[in-house]
């Protein structure tokens, strides 16, 4: 069974550009969350999305965005890139409403870098 | 005031010793709550999750719950160097997979071997 799923492990931009991230979820899944991971902080909640639409935020500007296909992967958008972007980027999977077990797990993460 | 409060420590404990982790939060409604391992340089991983207050046991790990005092902790014994690691908590303010998690800021074990 494989496990969360993220590409790729590592990305350089540079500010101003624009970043894209990609999540497969967990076999069984069809929710995904995004969260950035700051050095030495708890991860942030940036969005989450089933049925192909965001529904919930967290306090992010709107140069985050993202979408959720129909196999229930997930992107994350990144524009106009500012030097405090640079994180770790982690999605989570979690079970479809009414399942008893509402746990999160966690991708390997992308480690953005900008300079 | 912050949602999800952690002692970023270093909490240093000898091989063999009961780790003590610690955690409190500020919604009186949450009703989810996740003790995550992050290695260095690593994403987070699920160890316990709790829901009820009382104590729950897993392995080497207990989580411990008490949602009138807002705290859950999370007890490692016969601590070994493998378990140093930074300890994030996670609340979800719902009994559901679909609601955020709010996390501290971790607390790091060092095991003195």
């Known amino acids: 069974d494989a496990g969360v799923t993220q590409s790729p492990t590592h990305l350089i931009k540079t500010r101003g550009q624009q970043v894209t991230l990609r999540c497969s979820p967990k076999s069984g899944h069809d929710t995904v969350s995004w969260y950035q991971q700051a050095l030495g902080q708890g991860p942030q909640f940036i969005f989450q999305y089933y049925e192909e639409e965001e529904r919930q935020r967290g306090n992010f500007p709107d140069r985050f965005s993202g979408h959720q296909f129909p196999n229930y992967s997930s992107e994350l958008n990144v524009n106009a890139l500012l030097l405090g972007d640079s994180a770790l980027y982690l999605c989570?999977?979690?079970?479809?409403?009414?399942?008893?077990?509402?746990?999160?797990?966690f991708g390997p993460g992308t480690r953005l870098t900008v300079l | 005031q912050k949602e999800v409060e952690q002692n970023s420590g270093p909490l240093s404990v000898p091989e063999g010793a009961i780790a003590s982790l610690n955690c409190t939060y500020s919604?009186?409604?949450?009703?989810?709550f996740f003790w995550y391992r992050q290695y260095s340089g690593k994403s987070p991983e699920l160890i316990m999750f709790?829901?009820?207050?009382g104590d729950k046991e897993d392995g080497r790990f207990t989580a411990q719950l008490n949602k009138a005092s807002q705290y859950v902790s999370l007890l490692i014994r016969d601590s070994q160097p493998s378990d140093s690691a930074t300890y994030l908590c996670?609340?979800?303010?719902?009994?559901?997979?679909?609601?955020?998690?709010?996390f501290g800021s971790g607390t790091r074990l060092q095991v003195q071997p």
């Open positions: 996670a609340v979800n303010m719902g009994d559901t997979g679909r609601r955020a998690l709010t």
């Open positions: 919604d009186r409604g949450s009703q989810s």
């Open positions: 989570a999977s979690s079970w479809p409403q009414g399942r008893p077990y509402n746990e999160q797990f």
């Open positions: 709790i829901y009820s207050n």
